[in-house]
Structures are given as structure tokens and as C-alpha cells.
């Protein structure tokens, strides 16, 4: 079962399986990180909802809900 980045509730683990993003999206998200394989735990998300935190590889990053949604990741 996949689920989108962005549907991680906070203290939730997924493991990257695809990237939809295409073009710069796609080579930003890579460089965060956010390839095959990479666990992600969503920390919190802002009291409007947008950004979420995310700890990716020993960093905390933040991703706006256009961006997440573009990430799909088995939970974990």
C-alpha cells in the first residue's frame, strides 16, 4: 500500500517507493534526499496546515502540501 508523503500523520515513518515530480520539482526533491529507499518520519505540520516537518537522512526539511503530494511512500 502506497500513500502520499503529504498524507503522513505527524510521528508517522514512510520509506520513499516513487517520485511523480517532474523537472526541477523532481531534481530539488532529489536533493533533499527524498530518493527509492530513503525512511522519512513526518514530525509536525504548521497550525495552517502548510508546511510539514519532515526528518529526511539527519535533517529536519520542510514541504509544502504541493510538493509532499508529489512523493509516494510505503508506510513503515
Known amino acids: 500500500m502506497t500513500v502520499t ?3 503522513l500523520k505527524p510521528g508517522s515513518t514512510g520509506e ?5 515530480a517532474q523537472g526541477l520539482t523532481r531534481r ?3 536533493d533533499l534526499g527524498l ?3 530513503t525512511r ?3 514530525l509536525r505540520r504548521s ?3 502548510d508546511p510539514t516537518a519532515f526528518f529526511i537522512r539527519g535533517a529536519v526539511i520542510a ?3 504541493e510538493e509532499s503530494r508529489q512523493v509516494l511512500v510505503r508506510p513503515v
Do not use: E, I, K
Request: aromatic share 4%.
Open 63 to 65: 514541504l509544502r502540501r
Open 16 to 20: 520513499v517507493v516513487f517520485l511523480q
Open 28 to 30: 530539488r526533491l532529489m
Open 5 to 7: 508523503l503529504g498524507d
Open 47 to 49: 497550525p495552517g496546515g
Open 35 to 37: 530518493v527509492p529507499g
Open 40 to 42: 522519512v518520519v513526518a
